[in-house]
């Protein structure tokens, strides 16, 4: 009985179909992993933005209360000025005027920079972990 060869044609077409098929299903995983990632993204990008809003929120407010504060303590320096009888008694109110302001401004400068800190830490915070989470699905999907 003469040995029968599989046809080439018929074998080059089963597996160019495999081929397409595999493809298709790879870019479909791609295609679903893309989308996925992309609404991770876009979430954490909304919490970080969410975050900094609140965040710029409060520093103003914090600001204006640090002005005004300042404003006050600047005018009731002036009234007290309007009392004084001799260049000592003037240097020696100005002298402790001043102290206390750079006191004050120190930790007013401590506490907004404490703010700013704080809030830009909580606000990379959702994107660390979108990164993360993509990162991780990436190095799974390779291992899959």
Same mark, same amino acid.
Not at 8 to 27: I, M, P, S, T
């Given at each position: 009985m003469? $040995?029968?060869k599989p046809n080439a044609a018929k074998l080059h077409r089963g597996g160019g179909r495999e081929f397409a098929r595999?493809? &298709? &299903?790879? &870019?479909e995983v791609v295609s679903e992993n893309s989308k996925a990632t992309a $609404?991770?993204?876009t979430t954490a990008l $909304?919490?970080?933005y969410s975050i900094v809003a609140t965040g710029a929120a409060d520093f103003h407010h914090q600001w204006i209360e640090i002005v005004r504060f300042n404003t006050n303590s600047t005018l009731d320096f002036v009234q007290q000025l309007f009392s004084v009888r001799s260049p000592a008694?003037?240097?020696e109110l100005s002298s402790a005027h001043f102290?206390?302001?750079f006191e004050t401004f120190a930790e007013q400068n401590r506490h907004l920079t404490g703010m700013a800190q704080k809030?830009? &830490?909580h606000a990379v915070e959702p994107l660390q972990a979108s990164m993360k989470s993509a990162l991780s699905k990436t190095a799974y999907s390779k291992t899959a």
């Amino acid at each position: 009985m003469p $040995e029968t060869k599989p046809n080439a044609a018929k074998l080059h077409r089963g597996g160019g179909r495999e081929f397409a098929r595999q493809g &298709a &299903a790879f &870019a479909e995983v791609v295609s679903e992993n893309s989308k996925a990632t992309a $609404e991770e993204t876009t979430t954490a990008l $909304e919490k970080s933005y969410s975050i900094v809003a609140t965040g710029a929120a409060d520093f103003h407010h914090q600001w204006i209360e640090i002005v005004r504060f300042n404003t006050n303590s600047t005018l009731d320096f002036v009234q007290q000025l309007f009392s004084v009888r001799s260049p000592a008694e003037f240097l020696e109110l100005s002298s402790a005027h001043f102290r206390t302001q750079f006191e004050t401004f120190a930790e007013q400068n401590r506490h907004l920079t404490g703010m700013a800190q704080k809030m830009t &830490a909580h606000a990379v915070e959702p994107l660390q972990a979108s990164m993360k989470s993509a990162l991780s699905k990436t190095a799974y999907s390779k291992t899959a």
